[in-house]
Nanobody
Framework: VQLQASGGGLVQAGGSLRLSCVAS????????MAWFRQAPGKEREFVSR????????MYADSVKGRFTISRDSAKSTVYLQMDSLKPEDTAIYYC?????????????????WGQGTQVTVSS
């Protein structure tokens, strides 16, 4: 399974960005997709997760109400709509895929990772 993330960029505080992650290869092996992020000098942290079939979602408290995860199964693509962005949202954002539908907030729950896309929010 290969994951290709895109959509990052530079935006002012209060602005919006939409990230995309396209899955290819043996995607039938994956049952959940997630976004993580890593800011300079910090550990990678969970942002949001969605299951392919039912569409169950999960969000980190820090982004709840501002970010929305969604999926388009026909396109094997997961999106992260990020609104009301804050400077503390600045990070490299990674998409990940899990073979288990019970994947949670830990990096170890995920089996496949894409390259990161940089999101920078200026104050």
């Amino acid at each position: 399974v290969q994951l290709q993330a895109s959509g990052g960029g530079l935006v002012q505080a209060g602005g919006s960005l939409r990230l995309s992650c396209v899955a290819s290869g043996r995607t039938f092996r994956t049952l959940a997709m997630a976004w993580f992020r890593q800011a300079p000098g910090k550990e990678r942290e969970f942002v949001s997760r969605i299951t392919w079939i039912v569409g169950n979602t999960m969000y980190a408290d820090s982004v709840k109400g501002r970010f929305t995860i969604s999926r388009d199964s026909a396109k094997s693509t997961v999106y992260l709509q990020m609104d009301s962005l804050k400077p503390e949202d600045t990070a490299i954002y990674y998409c990940a895929a899990a073979r288990s539908p019970y994947s949670g907030v830990e990096s170890r729950d995920y089996d496949y990772w894409g390259q990161g896309t940089q999101v920078t929010v200026s104050s």
